[in-house]
């Protein structure tokens, strides 16, 4: 009864397709749920993901919750995330690869988990970072605690969408800075971003990760091309 009144005051509204939610929903419609496009590499260690860092870093696990096809829903959220200030889009997928850590049992490898720190400049102009979002759900949902000040970044690098993939490389390079080596120092680290594609400042952090006294690091994102 109160339920009803409530979301009669304030509809409720899935975070994907922003149509009313019944009762039983809760973040997203059952119609958008079933039409995610799940990747299940939680579960394959062979994933084309975890792939990706073959030979570059060595990585306890690595994968990504959904496949990123453009013009998809996926695409619209991560984009109303990103830049419409849509952060309840981010918490809602940090719980849905919260719930897929658990399923894996890989949260159990997990201690701190961290989000990939945005420039500080970036982040005062968009106002946050959308990856601390998603650490946020995923963290309620697993109980493993994050930080989003353990790691900062520390060079603004240029757009890196016209660049050559050589040239990415030394653009990440060394760009991530350890601020409290304390607070990482033998733990079990998960690193978290929003969409992976060659996968080069993902690598460049869990390095600079692992030379501070991380014992491990790990990699979920929400989104990968493959
Ligand atoms: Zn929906």
């Known amino acids: 009864m109160l339920n009803d009144l409530v979301s009669l005051f304030y509809p409720r509204n899935c975070v994907c397709c922003q149509q009313p939610l ?26 084309p993901v975890a792939k990706l860092f073959w030979g570059r870093i060595e990585l306890t ?7 990123f096809s453009k013009g998809g829903k996926l695409q619209s959220m991560l984009h109303s995330l990103k830049y419409q200030n849509k952060t309840q889009v981010g918490i809602f997928l940090g719980k849905e690869m919260g719930q897929e850590l658990i399923k894996s049992g890989k949260n159990e490898k997990i201690d ?27 963290s309620n949902i697993t109980s493993i605690p994050s930080d989003n000040n353990a790691v900062i970044r520390t060079v603004h690098t240029t757009s890196q969408t016209r660049k050559a993939k050589f040239d990415r490389w030394k653009n990440v390079d060394s760009i991530f800075q350890v601020k409290r080596p304390k607070q990482i120092t033998g733990k079990n680290i998960l690193l978290v971003d929003d969409v992976i594609t060659t996968g080069s400042t993902l690598e460049s952090c869990a390095k600079v990760l692992l030379e501070n006294g991380a014992s491990s690091v790990s990699i979920v994102v929400v989104a990968s091309g493959t």
């Open 61 to 67: 696990f690595g994968y990504s919750v959904f496949h």
């Open 22 to 47: 019944i009762k039983r929903e809760t973040d997203c419609c059952i119609m958008c749920l079933t039409e995610l496009p799940r990747t299940n590499f939680a579960t394959n260690n062979e994933n």
């Open 112 to 138: 701190l988990i961290i989000p990939i720190p945005l420039h500080p400049e970036k982040e005062r102009l968009r106002g946050y970072n959308q990856s601390d979002f998603l650490v946020k759900g995923m």
